[in-house]
C-alpha cells in the first residue's frame, strides 16, 4: 500500500476524493455480464460478520458498472466484510425494486443502492430504512437521499456536472448542441442533460436538443446520431455515457466529422480516452466511479461498527472533473487497472 495503512487511505479518499493511486492491487475483474455477485473478506476481527448488500441500475454491457463493482469488491476486502453486488440486465425499475425487497428480507447489516427513479423505487428504500437497515445511495440520486431517510450519498450533483459540459462545449464555440441520452426515464441522465443547456447557453448563447437512444443498440444508435447530425447540422454532441459516446465517435467517423465536430461525454471508456488523447474528442466528465462503490463499503462497515457517517446532510461528492488530452494517457493506465 506504499506505506499507507487503511485510516491513510480512508481519509485520502473520503476527505480529497481523490485517493484512487493509495489503492492497493485490485481483485480480479468482476464477470460483466452477471447479474448477482458474492464475495466474502478476511473474516478475521469483528468485521467478519459484517454483510452488506449492493443494488444498483447499472447493466452488465455498460463498463462504467464494471469499475463500481471493482470498488465495491476492493473496499469489501480492504474492510474484511462480505458483499452481495445485484443489478436487473435491463434498465427495469419493477426488477430492481425486487431486488432491494429481496435484499431487505435478508437483512443485511447495510444497503447501497442507486437511485434512477426515486418514485419506483422510493417504497423498497423506506422499507429498508424502516425496517432498521443503514442505507447509501451512490450515482444517482443525490437530489432525493435524503427524503427517503438514506444516511449520506456518494457521487456527483449531476446538474452541476452538466453545466460543465456545457460550458467547456460553449467555450469551444458550440451553438447547436446535441445530447444523446441512452437510457430514457433515468432522472440522473436528464438532470444532467438540464445542466448541459444550462451550461451551453450561459458561456455562449447555444441551444441543445436532446436524442434519446437505446444502449443495447448501439447500431441504430450510430445511424441516429449519424442521421441526426446530417439533417441538423448540429456542431457540438454532448453524450450522456460511454454506451452513447461509442456510436456516437462512429457515426461522427463514418461521415468525416470526428475531431471537427466537438464532442464530450460523460464517464470514460477506453475508446473514449483514446480519441481524447488523440485529439478527436474533448473530455470525458469523470465521476471517480470506482469510489462509488469503494467508500459506501468503507462507510457502511464504520457505521456498524462505531456509528460513524461523513456528509452532515450532504453528498459525498465525486465529480465533477474533466478529462482532457493532457491527462488522458495517464487516466488510460489507471483505465487498464479497472480503477478509472
Request: contains cysteine; glycine residues 14%; proline residues 4%.
Amino acid at each position: 500500500m506504499d506505506g499507507l495503512n487503511r485510516r491513510d487511505l480512508f481519509k485520502r479518499t473520503a476527505l480529497a476524493g481523490a485517493g484512487i493511486a493509495a489503492v492497493p492491487g485490485l481483485a480480479a475483474l468482476l464477470d460483466a455480464c452477471g447479474t448477482s455477485t458474492t464475495s466474502s473478506g478476511s473474516t478475521g476481527g469483528s468485521r467478519g460478520s459484517i454483510h452488506l448488500a449492493v443494488v444498483t441500475h447499472g447493466q452488465a454491457s455498460d463498463p462504467f458498472w464494471s469499475v463500481v463493482k471493482n470498488g465495491v469488491a476492493q473496499g469489501s476486502k480492504d474492510m474484511g466484510v462480505s458483499y452481495t453486488y445485484d443489478a436487473p440486465a435491463t434498465f427495469d425499475m419493477v426488477k430492481m425494486s425486487q431486488l432491494i425487497d429481496a435484499q431487505v428480507a435478508r437483512k443485511p447489516d447495510g444497503l447501497i443502492v442507486s437511485i434512477p427513479d426515486a418514485n419506483a423505487l422510493g417504497n423498497s428504500i423506506k422499507s429498508a430504512v424502516s425496517a432498521g437497515i443503514p442505507v447509501v445511495s451512490i450515482n444517482s440520486g443525490s437530489d432525493v437521499f435524503q427524503s427517503l431517510g438514506v444516511l449520506t450519498h456518494v457521487g456527483q450533483t449531476e446538474e452541476i456536472a452538466g453545466i460543465a459540459g456545457g460550458t467547456a462545449l460553449g467555450k469551444a464555440g458550440v451553438q447547436n448542441g446535441l445530447c444523446v441520452n441512452q437510457e430514457q426515464g433515468n432522472a440522473a441522465l436528464e438532470l444532467r442533460y438540464k445542466g448541459f443547456q444550462e451550461g451551453l447557453a450561459r458561456s455562449g448563447g447555444g441551444r441543445a436538443t436532446e436524442l434519446v437512444v437505446d444502449l443495447n443498440n448501439p447500431t441504430d444508435t450510430q445511424q441516429k446520431i449519424q442521421n441526426a447530425v446530417q439533417r441538423s447540422g448540429y456542431d457540438g454532441i454532448l453524450t450522456l455515457g460511454p454506451t452513447g459516446a461509442t456510436p456516437a465517435i462512429a457515426a461522427l467517423n463514418s461521415i468525416g466529422k470526428l475531431g471537427s465536430i466537438k464532442l464530450g461525454t460523460f464517464d470514460l471508456s477506453s475508446d473514449v480516452l483514446t480519441n481524447i488523447a488523440g485529439g478527436k474528442m474533448l473530455f470525458a466528465i469523470d465521476q471517480q466511479q470506482y469510489l462509488q462503490g469503494y467508500l459506501p463499503i468503507v462507510f457502511l462497515t464504520l457505521y456498524k461498527q462505531y456509528l460513524l457517517m461523513p456528509g452532515g446532510g450532504q453528498p459525498v461528492l465525486t465529480g465533477p472533473s474533466l478529462v482532457v488530452k493532457d491527462t488522458a494517457s495517464r487516466v488510460i493506465d489507471l483505465s487498464k487497472q479497472g480503477i478509472r
